[in-house]
């Protein structure tokens, strides 16, 4: 299985030294505080927009702090890598982007996520009286949903709901608007993502999983977490089936819908082939009537060096392509500003 | 002379949990994220610096303490269910002295305080499969006339044998849940380091 190979120090300066670097690299888009590991809008708060907080474990960059700016988050909270962050950054976070207009916390469907979220909102609300509401992401399909297990996980629908969300915002919308149209966005989105490498948290040192050479992992998270199927690497038209099918069926999709087509790579896949993929994504959407209103195709939110993809279709009205088309000014998705 | 023997209870765990660090973390590689013997690692060493640098006058001073740091430090699930567990294993413990009776009922509580956050059942796969023996083996030793290492001891035995059945169970909760079937036959990181816990409690408290 071999040694760790990477550009790092020491594993366990992975997440402040990439953050100082953020900073240095997007000084007119953020500023980091690098003891609470948050990473701001350079302008925050901004008074009467309603603050738009995510955050994660590190590892899935750009997701979050990358998509801090101007049309989409006010800060973005970093845990380790793979590791959601701690109770105290989210609150230092939402007292800090509290413009009185209250805040909104986008957090994606994981145990821990969702566990020390709570426990900010609930010690920001009896510290300082913020008011905060929280929409969960859970659109990956490869997951049983179940009243009787965690549910599904929140993966590349939540790129996608920063940008709706951070552009609702921008222009003024209230905190229940807000929150409401970002549960329309989740609820209008499924993803459904495979692997063709594991990848090697630096603190773990080796692969979280082993795939054979002629091996693909289909139905993984963004965590390096094994699928629920693994199978003979296949071309890239059946792989494409493989992941559109289940996620035209779940919602379901239907001919004449209009829908935001995004294809993800998980950090190690090069554009070529996401390319190539988005190519093999369009035809089986166009045989089945559906259109495709927008696309995005690219390394957006991604599982450290694994190599794959995810497929995350968004069905959009008219407001929500307006939302989509509104400037966006952040270090990791930028247009129209 | 309580507060010394809880201090040393954490001293003892964060040792114990760094020298299995790696043990936990290759369980959690095969069922979930690779992180969970780092995370209690670093999560344990925050605690031992914060006992080298402040004295408690009151077990539940230094619990709450113990359990704020870990809420801090640790991320994750584990940093909220654990803090939470010293949170209200210390709450519990304000003014009483230390008995078999009172750590017994201090441990329901904060084992209360982990199902509150973590909403796991009997046999989802988690901590709490090793937490609910421990529990029940914890009142009949006490039923029984043990004292308090007796109680512990065997607390940490029932722990360690439903760490033990989690083996073939299919998760429910957490990260492992994605797995589905996937997950049957392999042992639950959180029940381990639960049982770790315990062990180590009876090791030193009593």
Redesign the interface.
């Known amino acids: 299985m071999g040694g760790m190979k990477k550009l790092i120090n020491d594993p366990a300066d992975v997440v402040s030294e990439a953050l100082r670097g953020l900073a240095l690299a997007h000084p007119d888009h953020v500023r980091v505080d690098h003891e609470n590991r948050i990473v701001y809008r350079k302008d925050a708060p901004r008074s009467g927009k309603v603050g738009l907080i995510s955050g994660g474990g590190s590892g899935h960059e750009p997701m979050h702090g990358g998509f801090v700016g101007p049309g989409m988050l006010d800060a973005a909270c970093a845990g380790e890598v793979f590791t959601s962050p701690v109770p105290d950054q989210m609150m230092a976070a939402t007292k800090e982007v509290d413009a009185g207009a209250g805040v909104l916390h986008i957090v994606k469907n994981y145990t821990g996520d969702v566990m020390n979220f709570e426990m900010a909102a609930e010690l920001a609300a009896a510290e300082a009286g913020t008011e905060v509401l929280s929409v969960v992401t859970d659109d990956d399909v490869a997951v049983q949903d179940s009243l009787y297990t965690a549910g599904r996980r929140g993966v590349g629908v939540t790129v996608l709901l920063e940008k709706i969300v951070g552009a609702a915002a921008e222009q003024g919308r209230s905190l229940q608007e807000v929150a409401d149209l970002a549960k329309k966005v989740n609820g209008n989105g499924r993803s459904m993502g495979m692997a063709l490498t594991s990848c090697t948290v630096p603190a773990a040192g080796k692969p979280t999983f082993e795939l054979a050479e002629n091996e693909m992992e289909v139905g993984i998270g963004i965590h390096g977490e094994p699928g629920r199927q693994r199978l003979p690497l296949a071309p890239a038209k059946d792989v494409a089936a493989l992941l559109v099918d289940p996620v035209l069926q779940d919602l379901p999709y239907s001919q004449g819908d209009s829908v935001i087509a995004f294809v993800n790579g998980m950090g190690g896949t090069p554009l070529i082939e996401l390319y190539l993929m988005y190519n093999e994504v369009r035809q089986l959407l166009d045989a089945a009537g559906i259109t495709v209103a927008r696309s995005l195709v690219g390394n957006y939110i991604t599982s450290l060096e694994m190599a794959g993809c995810s497929v995350t279709l968004l069905k959009v009205d008219d407001d929500l392509v307006r939302l989509w088309d509104a400037p966006v000014n952040t270090p990791g998705l930028r247009w129209g500003a | 002379m309580a507060v010394e023997n809880f201090a040393n209870w954490l001293r003892d765990l964060a040792n114990t949990l760094h020298d299995n660090a790696a043990y936990l ?1 290759e369980l959690d ?1 095969a ?5 969970h013997g ?2 209690m690692d ?1 999560g344990f060493q925050a605690v031992v610096a914060v006992l080298d640098e402040t004295s408690f006058d009151s077990v539940d001073e230094l619990l709450k303490k113990a359990g704020m740091t870990l ?11 654990y803090g939470t567990f010293f949170l209200r294993f210390g709450t519990a413990l304000a003014g009483a002295e230390v008995t078999a009776e009172t750590v017994g009922e201090a441990l329901k509580a904060g084992v209360g305080g982990i199902l509150a ?2 909403k796991a059942e009997l046999g989802d796969k988690t901590m709490y499969d090793a937490w609910a023996p421990a529990l029940t083996a914890y009142d009949e030793a006490v039923a029984g006339g043990s004292d308090l290492r007796g109680a512990l001891v065997a607390a940490a035995e029932a722990a360690a044998k439903g760490r033990d059945e989690t083996v073939p169970l299919v998760a ?4 492992a ?4 079937e ?1 997950s049957a036959g392999h042992q639950d990181p959180g029940a381990t380091s639960t049982t770790l816990l315990l062990e180590s409690a009876a090791r030193t408290l009593g």
């Open positions: 973390t590689s069922i979930g994220d690779a992180d780092s995370n670093r809420v801090s430090k640790v991320g994750g699930a584990s940093g909220p269910l956050r973590g429910r909760k957490g990260r849940s994605y797995l589905g996937r």
